[in-house]
């Protein structure tokens, strides 16, 4: 099998691997494109035309059939697939130089569309190792038969001199406007909190693998007890269970941030409309809107990576100081009953509200509630009554529930939030340090309106277990539930590789794949960005061109193409070069150096052998092998140089 | 009609007619391949898709493959920009059989994938996967159609290396002529059989003369039409010497190709054989590859023009 087609080959096996853990393969891909590349090693099968067009309409019609009823098919992932799975078929019938091109190019989009739709390093590298197949197999397709050895170092030479240009192209070139807007799919997200707050929802989402979203900031990052990151705030509650309410309002003119920026979010696919945020600041991107309840509104779930910004915020209105509304004390009566005449009871003792807080804490701290993830599932009537005084047994959400029912209860205007609590602050080697929020930092939280302070936060999972605010999940938890939570993670030498790892893919999200026009302005100088923008945007290019091509005939012109052989010979040659003048014009080897052992007869014999070895293993009735030749050459390199470097008189 | 005739004209000034060329940007042309604009359009729908998509991988891909497309373009330039094609002496051939054509070329750089096609009808193809620097001397096939003396047309040298994308061409018109004899095919001829010598010698060669070679091989006829000094040089031969002549009462060329064929055959056994033509033009019979190139050259010129 030439060269070129086994790079090809190579290229969609390992595109398929990283589509395959990436998890965007469809069956009829996922099972097709390895079929594929079984059957091409069977040449004589690719040449019967009947039987190739009756695999490709075997193969449209399960993707036309399957395709449509996958529930998270989007356009962009059906047609990724479709093209995939176009690119093994097409390799199955490249026999030709011509039909291997057209593959490659099939290929070549193949590889853009999975890059639109995983954006980490890992993948990004897979992609980029695919490409660069591709330009190996165009290379050799012109070239002929060459060593893989030389045919990767041209190529490695041919994209490297290459790469400033794609640098400039990417920093300099004006971005093209979003010309339409592609109709997105049900969303690919992996990860994300659910709408609803029901009991055993963030159980399961704590035991979820993965992250969830990474934070840069521009000073020092809050202390472990402060970092609340909200996402969903729930202002109805029908005795079961808590949901969003009302739509919340939005302010008629957005607010600009004011200063630099204090965060940097870089957050995974997620379902959810709603961006995860510290709750302080105005957001950068003005498709980012902040609602009357404190959320981040985006409008769309997210199908990749999204980086956003928070800026300061200026003296406008803050939504901590939105006055509640009959929706924050909604209770349906006789839901709980317990809970609603023990909050009466805490009623009669004050009406005021932060005594309120302060009596329910008490309450808390007193009755021994345990912290675990798997409380069991509560009764239909009355659950927070069975949950508060029967069986003290819950998670966060019990908790924020609970006692956001008791204040609404006492009279107190509150609502449950949704979001991430805590974070673990790695340090790369490689790039500034940031916030890593996993699935497993999802929390609920209570907000409380008191008239002096506005909306404000209170946790009482810190109450009942402070560990799980302060350190982490896992330090409040047993240890069944501990082993359960850490179960399948790697080892703690792995964990270091893979924190670095995540700090090199933070960075390249943040610099490459997030770089976007906004980005561009605030990198780029001002006089930059003017009406000269595209001239000396062309002009770099141009700079940048001329550069590599001038590196690649230079680094062509002390490239020695010969054969290994040939190579040996003349690194011999060279070692000669300093004791003998130079060869003369149709001179043989043997003249060269029987007249260099004429004026070195120390060396006739040396040179004797030389002779005699690199003629047998081109003319030989029994050719000498290479590899003897190779170390016979080396040793006579060596008697050369040690000639050459003797002490003269 | 009349664009047949701007086609050829264009055609004409566009090849180089020297004995030597020297590849430059003022007799190289360069245009993007099929496969060029294929890869044009795939870098513009994978630049569209990211920006639209919001995601800079395809972007990133489109770049490389500009770029890429960029610097292919001065690459295949420089793949034929400063090598050197001159022609070599030619040997006669028959008509419909492949012979080759031989020219020098001189490189400094390593230069890979080089196609060479010669434009008349019927002439071969040589696909060269590289060229060492130096100088090389190259056989190009070619076909001569028909008898006579001729040049074999316009030479065209094209690449498309490194990537395909780009197509650098030129079109070079060796002036070297090419003695093109008769198609061979097996047919009567007129034959008749001499005996040896008595010396059992055959004139051969005339080589210059050396005093070592003594007076007795001096060609003295040679010297005394003032053409210089020559040795005579006899080769032994074994069998009765051949005289070949075209069969009469048959169309001349197709005599001809009767006659080149049988004269192939015999000096391909070693027997001495001479031409006789009608119009009294005849080579002593004799054997060799040198006797065969003038039997070849007389039978592509033959009748001789008035």
């Not at chain 1, 302060?358 to 927070?384: D, H, I, K, M, N």
């Not at chain 2, 940007?25 to 060029?36: D, K, T």
């Given at each position: 099998m030439p060269l070129n087609l086994r790079l090809l080959k190579l290229a969609q096996a390992l595109l398929w691997g990283q589509l395959l853990i990436s998890g965007q393969l469809q069956p009829v891909a996922a099972l097709g494109i390895p079929m594929f590349l079984a059957l091409s090693l069977r040449p004589n099968w690719m040449q019967a035309r009947r039987r190739l067009l009756a695999l490709t309409l075997l193969v449209l019609a399960a993707w036309t059939v399957t395709a449509p009823l996958l529930e998270r098919s989007s356009w962009q992932l059906s047609l990724g697939n479709l093209v995939w799975l176009m690119g093994g078929l097409k390799l199955l019938e490249s026999y030709t130089p011509a039909s291997r091109r057209r593959a490659c190019l099939v290929l070549l989009i193949g590889i853009g569309l999975a890059g639109s739709l995983s954006h980490t390093l890992a993948a990004s590298l897979v992609q980029g190792a695919c490409a660069l197949c591709c330009v190996g197999s165009l290379l050799d397709l012109e070239a002929g038969p060459q060593p893989l050895k030389g045919l990767l170092r041209r190529c490695l030479v041919l994209v490297g001199v290459m790469l400033p240009v794609v640098v400039a192209a990417f920093l300099l070139l004006p971005r093209l406007p979003v010309l339409w807007s592609l109709p997105g799919g049900a969303g690919l997200g992996q990860s994300g909190l659910s709408a609803e707050l029901r009991p055993g929802d963030i159980a399961q989402l704590v035991l979820q693998k993965g992250m969830a979203a990474r934070v840069q900031f521009s000073g020092a990052p809050p202390p472990p007890q402060e970092r609340y990151w909200r996402v969903l705030v729930h202002r109805h509650f029908d005795g079961e269970v808590w949901r969003q309410g009302p739509p919340p309002a939005f302010a008629s003119t957005q607010p600009s941030p004011m200063g630099p920026m204090r965060e940097r979010w870089l957050v995974e696919p997620t379902r959810l409309r709603w961006r995860p945020w510290s709750g302080e600041g105005l957001p950068t991107d003005p498709a980012l809107k902040l609602s009357s309840t404190g959320g981040l509104w985006a409008g769309t779930s997210l199908n990749e990576t999204q980086l956003y910004g928070l800026g300061a915020s200026g003296d406008g209105i803050s939504w901590r100081s939105q006055t509640p509304t009959a929706w924050d004390l909604q209770l349906p009566q006789g839901s709980n009953p317990k809970l609603e005449a023990l909050a009466q009871r805490w009623r009669a003792q004050s009406d005021d509200p932060a005594a309120l807080v302060a009596l329910a804490q008490r309450w808390y701290v007193s009755q021994g509630f345990r912290y675990s993830l798997e409380p069991g599932q509560l009764p239909g009537t009355a659950p927070l009554d069975a949950f508060l005084f029967e069986r003290r047994l819950g998670f966060c959400e019990h908790f924020a529930a609970s006692f956001s029912a008791f204040m609404r209860a006492a009279g107190v205007p509150a609502r449950v939030v949704v979001g991430y609590q805590g974070g673990s602050w790695e340090t790369p080697l490689a790039g500034a340090p940031y916030l890593l929020l996993e699935q497993s930092n999802a929390h609920a939280w209570s907000e409380v309106w008191l008239p002096e302070r506005g909306w404000v936060t209170v946790d009482p999972t810190g109450w009942v277990v402070p560990e799980r605010v302060r350190l982490s999940l896992a330090a409040s938890l047993n240890v069944r539930e501990r082993q359960r939570l850490s179960a399948g993670a790697p080892p703690r030498w792995l964990q270091g590789i893979a924190g670095q790892w995540q700090g090199l893919d933070t960075r390249w999200q943040l610099w490459v794949m997030q770089f976007d026009s906004i980005q561009q302005r605030q990198l780029l100088p001002s006089w930059l960005m003017g009406d000269w923008q595209g001239v000396i945007a062309l002009l770099s290019l141009a700079l940048c061109l001329g550069g590599g091509l001038a590196l690649m005939l230079w680094l062509e012109r002390y490239r020695d193409n010969t054969d290994p052989a040939r190579q040996a010979l003349n690194r011999c040659l060279r070692e000669l070069k300093a004791l003998s003048p130079e060869p003369r014009p149709g001179e043989s080897l043997q003249q060269i150096l029987r007249r260099a052992g004429l004026q070195h007869p120390p060396l006739e014999a040396t040179l004797d052998e030389l002779l005699n070895l690199y003629n047998q293993y081109r003319f030989g009735s029994q050719p000498l092998p290479w590899s003897h030749l190779r170390i016979e050459l080396r040793a006579l390199r060596r008697r050369l140089r040690a000639f050459g470097r003797r002490p003269t008189a | 009609?009349?664009?047949?005739?701007?086609?050829?004209?264009?055609?004409?000034?566009?090849?180089?007619?020297?004995?030597?060329?020297?590849?430059?940007?003022?007799?190289?042309?360069?245009?993007?391949?099929?496969?060029?604009?294929?890869?044009?359009?795939?870098?513009?729908?994978?630049?569209?898709?990211?920006?639209?998509?919001?995601?800079?991988?395809?972007?990133?891909?489109?770049?490389?493959?500009?770029?890429?497309?960029?610097?292919?373009?001065?690459?295949?330039?420089?793949?034929?920009?400063?090598?050197?094609?001159?022609?070599?002496?030619?040997?006669?051939?028959?008509?419909?059989?492949?012979?080759?054509?031989?020219?020098?070329?001189?490189?400094s750089t390593w230069r890979p994938a080089l196609q060479w096609r010669w434009?008349?009808?019927?002439?071969?193809?040589?696909?060269?996967?590289?060229?060492?620097?130096?100088?090389?001397?190259?056989?190009?096939?070619?076909?001569?159609?028909?008898?006579?003396?001729?040049?074999?047309?316009?030479?065209?040298?094209?690449?498309?290396?490194?990537?395909?994308?780009?197509?650098?061409?030129?079109?070079?018109?060796?002036?070297?002529?090419l003695w093109v004899a008769p198609h061979r095919r097996p047919g009567p001829v007129q034959e008749h059989t001499i005996a040896n010598a008595p010396d059992g010698d055959l004139l051969d060669t005339l080589q210059p003369w050396r005093p070592e070679q003594g007076w007795q091989r001096v060609d003295w006829k040679a010297q005394a039409r003032g053409r210089g000094w020559f040795s005579k040089n006899f080769t032994a031969t074994k069998e009765n010497a051949l005289w070949l002549a075209p069969a009469a009462h048959r169309p001349l060329e197709e005599a001809l190709e009767h006659l080149c064929d049988r004269l192939w055959r015999e000096l391909q056994r070693g027997r001495p054989t001479g031409l006789v033509l009608a119009d009294g033009t005849a080579l002593a019979p004799d054997t060799g590859n040198a006797h065969w190139q003038r039997c070849l050259k007389v039978l592509a010129e033959w009748p001789p023009c008035p």
């Amino acid at each position: 099998m030439p060269l070129n087609l086994r790079l090809l080959k190579l290229a969609q096996a390992l595109l398929w691997g990283q589509l395959l853990i990436s998890g965007q393969l469809q069956p009829v891909a996922a099972l097709g494109i390895p079929m594929f590349l079984a059957l091409s090693l069977r040449p004589n099968w690719m040449q019967a035309r009947r039987r190739l067009l009756a695999l490709t309409l075997l193969v449209l019609a399960a993707w036309t059939v399957t395709a449509p009823l996958l529930e998270r098919s989007s356009w962009q992932l059906s047609l990724g697939n479709l093209v995939w799975l176009m690119g093994g078929l097409k390799l199955l019938e490249s026999y030709t130089p011509a039909s291997r091109r057209r593959a490659c190019l099939v290929l070549l989009i193949g590889i853009g569309l999975a890059g639109s739709l995983s954006h980490t390093l890992a993948a990004s590298l897979v992609q980029g190792a695919c490409a660069l197949c591709c330009v190996g197999s165009l290379l050799d397709l012109e070239a002929g038969p060459q060593p893989l050895k030389g045919l990767l170092r041209r190529c490695l030479v041919l994209v490297g001199v290459m790469l400033p240009v794609v640098v400039a192209a990417f920093l300099l070139l004006p971005r093209l406007p979003v010309l339409w807007s592609l109709p997105g799919g049900a969303g690919l997200g992996q990860s994300g909190l659910s709408a609803e707050l029901r009991p055993g929802d963030i159980a399961q989402l704590v035991l979820q693998k993965g992250m969830a979203a990474r934070v840069q900031f521009s000073g020092a990052p809050p202390p472990p007890q402060e970092r609340y990151w909200r996402v969903l705030v729930h202002r109805h509650f029908d005795g079961e269970v808590w949901r969003q309410g009302p739509p919340p309002a939005f302010a008629s003119t957005q607010p600009s941030p004011m200063g630099p920026m204090r965060e940097r979010w870089l957050v995974e696919p997620t379902r959810l409309r709603w961006r995860p945020w510290s709750g302080e600041g105005l957001p950068t991107d003005p498709a980012l809107k902040l609602s009357s309840t404190g959320g981040l509104w985006a409008g769309t779930s997210l199908n990749e990576t999204q980086l956003y910004g928070l800026g300061a915020s200026g003296d406008g209105i803050s939504w901590r100081s939105q006055t509640p509304t009959a929706w924050d004390l909604q209770l349906p009566q006789g839901s709980n009953p317990k809970l609603e005449a023990l909050a009466q009871r805490w009623r009669a003792q004050s009406d005021d509200p932060a005594a309120l807080v302060a009596l329910a804490q008490r309450w808390y701290v007193s009755q021994g509630f345990r912290y675990s993830l798997e409380p069991g599932q509560l009764p239909g009537t009355a659950p927070l009554d069975a949950f508060l005084f029967e069986r003290r047994l819950g998670f966060c959400e019990h908790f924020a529930a609970s006692f956001s029912a008791f204040m609404r209860a006492a009279g107190v205007p509150a609502r449950v939030v949704v979001g991430y609590q805590g974070g673990s602050w790695e340090t790369p080697l490689a790039g500034a340090p940031y916030l890593l929020l996993e699935q497993s930092n999802a929390h609920a939280w209570s907000e409380v309106w008191l008239p002096e302070r506005g909306w404000v936060t209170v946790d009482p999972t810190g109450w009942v277990v402070p560990e799980r605010v302060r350190l982490s999940l896992a330090a409040s938890l047993n240890v069944r539930e501990r082993q359960r939570l850490s179960a399948g993670a790697p080892p703690r030498w792995l964990q270091g590789i893979a924190g670095q790892w995540q700090g090199l893919d933070t960075r390249w999200q943040l610099w490459v794949m997030q770089f976007d026009s906004i980005q561009q302005r605030q990198l780029l100088p001002s006089w930059l960005m003017g009406d000269w923008q595209g001239v000396i945007a062309l002009l770099s290019l141009a700079l940048c061109l001329g550069g590599g091509l001038a590196l690649m005939l230079w680094l062509e012109r002390y490239r020695d193409n010969t054969d290994p052989a040939r190579q040996a010979l003349n690194r011999c040659l060279r070692e000669l070069k300093a004791l003998s003048p130079e060869p003369r014009p149709g001179e043989s080897l043997q003249q060269i150096l029987r007249r260099a052992g004429l004026q070195h007869p120390p060396l006739e014999a040396t040179l004797d052998e030389l002779l005699n070895l690199y003629n047998q293993y081109r003319f030989g009735s029994q050719p000498l092998p290479w590899s003897h030749l190779r170390i016979e050459l080396r040793a006579l390199r060596r008697r050369l140089r040690a000639f050459g470097r003797r002490p003269t008189a | 009609m009349r664009f047949a005739e701007w086609w050829q004209g264009l055609q004409r000034r566009l090849s180089r007619r020297s004995p030597n060329l020297q590849l430059s940007h003022r007799n190289l042309y360069i245009f993007l391949s099929r496969f060029g604009v294929l890869w044009l359009i795939t870098a513009a729908a994978l630049y569209l898709l990211g920006s639209q998509a919001k995601s800079n991988t395809p972007v990133l891909l489109a770049f490389l493959m500009l770029s890429l497309l960029g610097l292919s373009l001065f690459l295949t330039h420089l793949n034929l920009q400063g090598l050197e094609l001159e022609v070599q002496s030619q040997q006669a051939c028959c008509a419909g059989e492949l012979h080759s054509y031989w020219i020098q070329v001189r490189s400094s750089t390593w230069r890979p994938a080089l196609q060479w096609r010669w434009l008349s009808p019927g002439a071969g193809t040589k696909q060269l996967h590289h060229i060492e620097p130096g100088s090389h001397r190259l056989s190009l096939p070619w076909c001569g159609q028909r008898r006579g003396v001729q040049t074999p047309g316009r030479l065209l040298l094209c690449t498309t290396a490194p990537l395909g994308l780009f197509r650098c061409w030129t079109y070079w018109e060796p002036p070297e002529q090419l003695w093109v004899a008769p198609h061979r095919r097996p047919g009567p001829v007129q034959e008749h059989t001499i005996a040896n010598a008595p010396d059992g010698d055959l004139l051969d060669t005339l080589q210059p003369w050396r005093p070592e070679q003594g007076w007795q091989r001096v060609d003295w006829k040679a010297q005394a039409r003032g053409r210089g000094w020559f040795s005579k040089n006899f080769t032994a031969t074994k069998e009765n010497a051949l005289w070949l002549a075209p069969a009469a009462h048959r169309p001349l060329e197709e005599a001809l190709e009767h006659l080149c064929d049988r004269l192939w055959r015999e000096l391909q056994r070693g027997r001495p054989t001479g031409l006789v033509l009608a119009d009294g033009t005849a080579l002593a019979p004799d054997t060799g590859n040198a006797h065969w190139q003038r039997c070849l050259k007389v039978l592509a010129e033959w009748p001789p023009c008035p």
